[in-house]
Antibody, heavy 118, light 113 residues
Framework: EVQLVESGGGLVKPGGSLRLSCAAS????????MSWVRQAPGKGLEWVGH??????????DYAAPVKGRFTISRDDSKNTLYLQMNSLKTEDTAVYYC?????????WGQGTLVTVSS | DIVMTQSPDSLAVSLGERATINCKSS????????????LAWYQQKPRQPPKLLIY???TRESGVPDRFSGSGSGTDFTLTISSLQAEDVAVYYC?????????FGQGTKLEIK
C-alpha cells in the first residue's frame, strides 16, 4: 500500500524555523517527483514547491511566497522527503501535505499542521 | 503563472440531479506534442486530504464512480457529477500541471439542495 506520513508540525513563533518530514512507503520513492502543498485554515490549496528525482538532477522549484525561505530536500536511502522552513511568517500557518507528482498529485499524506504565532 | 479560475464558488444541487463545475485556465494547458491536457480534478471532504478524481482532463482515477466525468480542452474544462449522491458533498479543485508553479483553482463547494 502506498503511504505518505508527514511529521514535524507544531507551534512556532514568527521568524522561527521548523523542519517537516514525510516518510514514504509502498512505491519506488527514489524515482518519484515529490511536492509539498499547503492549506491555510478554511482556505484553498497552494503548491509550495517540489523536488525532482535524482535522475532529473533533484531540481527544486518553489512558489514565490516561500522562495528563499523554504528548502525541499530528500533522502532516498531513508525514503524521506523534507521541508525546511525558515523565517516563518504568520501567513505560513497551514496544514502541509506531502504528495507524489505523477505528474498529477496522488497520493496525498494526511498532512501536518504548522501554526506560526507569537 | 497560469491562473486557474473555477465557477461557481459554491453550488447546491438536489440529490440525483446533475452538478457541473467549470474551470478556466489563463493560458492553454494542452501539450500539442501528445494532445494531452495537463489538468486534474480533486475532491476534498472535511478534515481529509484531497483525493484525485480525474487526470489528463478526462481520465477517471481507478475506483472513482463513473458518475464523475471530466471534459474540455485548452483553457476551458468541466467536472460533471451525473447524479449527485449525499457522499459527494465536498469542495472540488482543478489543478494544472502543465508548468511550474503548479496552480489550483480556488475551489467549488458542493452542497445538497
Amino acid at each position: 500500500e502506498v503511504q505518505l506520513v508527514e511529521s514535524g508540525g507544531g507551534l512556532v513563533k514568527p521568524g522561527g524555523s521548523l523542519r517537516l518530514s514525510c516518510a514514504a512507503s509502498g512505491f519506488t520513492f527514489s524515482h518519484a517527483w515529490m511536492s509539498w502543498v499547503r492549506q491555510a485554515p478554511g482556505k484553498g490549496l497552494e503548491w509550495v514547491g517540489h523536488i525532482k528525482s535524482k535522475g532529473d538532477a533533484e531540481t527544486t522549484d518553489y512558489a514565490a511566497p516561500v522562495k528563499g525561505r523554504f528548502t525541499i530536500s530528500r533522502d532516498d536511502s531513508k525514503n524521506t522527503l523534507y521541508l525546511q522552513m525558515n523565517s516563518l511568517k504568520t501567513e505560513d500557518t497551514a496544514v502541509y501535505y506531502c504528495v507524489t507528482e505523477q505528474p498529477w498529485f496522488d497520493p496525498w499524506g494526511q498532512g501536518t499542521l504548522v501554526t506560526v504565532s507569537s | 503563472d497560469i491562473v486557474m479560475t473555477q465557477s461557481p464558488d459554491s453550488l447546491a444541487v438536489s440529490l440525483g440531479e446533475r452538478a457541473t463545475i467549470n474551470c478556466k485556465s489563463s493560458q492553454s494547458v494542452l501539450y500539442s506534442s501528445n494532445n494531452n491536457n495537463f489538468l486534474a480534478w480533486y475532491q476534498q471532504k472535511p478534515r481529509q486530504p484531497p483525493k484525485l478524481l480525474i487526470y489528463w482532463a478526462s481520465t477517471r482515477e481507478s475506483g472513482v464512480p463513473d458518475r464523475f466525468s471530466g471534459s474540455g480542452s485548452g483553457t476551458d474544462f468541466t467536472l460533471t457529477i451525473s447524479s449527485l449522491q449525499a457522499e459527494d458533498v465536498a469542495v472540488y479543485y482543478c489543478q494544472q500541471y502543465y508548468s511550474t508553479p503548479r496552480t489550483f483553482g480556488q475551489g467549488t463547494k458542493l452542497e445538497i439542495k
